[in-house]
């Protein structure tokens, strides 16, 4: 199974986007240029993550990029359906049922063993990711990560970081109850 290189892009850029102190916002510009990516590539990724409520895009001249809902909330599992999609990367043809030698339908009444089977795995695979969270990823590459990277990575979002409006703040505190 080959994921899309969106997938990747959209995980890193989460987890940036968790080292965001509260309010702020990261540009997707800056996101792109992190990374190594074309930013209107990037967009439609940030995009897709947003229409699936795991980032919010916040307007205007301090506006940007940030997580929609803690990392805890958040699982591998949400970021590549955001971005892949919710079909299975298996799609079944029912080529067994064309061809030189198909035969009548009444013939294939049991399921596709190979379909069930490449079902079954990507069940084990959703399941996998599912149970991994964007904090654990925060965790474990903060906890394992060369130094180095780690304090580049910090040293990165930090120099971004574009801080909450206090007109967005204020508009935000009004809308709460």
Known sequence: ?????????????????????????????AMAEAFGQSPSY?????????GAKIL????GPNGGYRLARSAEQI???????????????FRCGEIRQKG???LDASAYVKPCGINVAMLKAERAYRTALAETRLSDIVADFTAD????????SCAFVAQNQRPQSSKTRTINERKMP
């Open 1 to 29: 199974m080959k994921l899309g290189d969106g997938v990747e892009a959209a995980i890193h850029c989460a987890a940036m986007l968790a080292g965001v102190e509260g309010d702020g916002t990261l540009p997707g510009n």
């Open 42 to 50: 990037l967009l439609k990724h940030l995009k897709a993550l947003t």
């Open 56 to 59: 919010e895009s916040v307007p």
């Open 75 to 89: 699982t591998l599992l949400d970021i590549v359906l955001a971005v892949e999609g919710r079909e299975p990367a």
């Open 100 to 102: 030189a030698y198909a």
């Open 145 to 152: 990560a060369d130094p180095r990277v780690v304090a580049a």
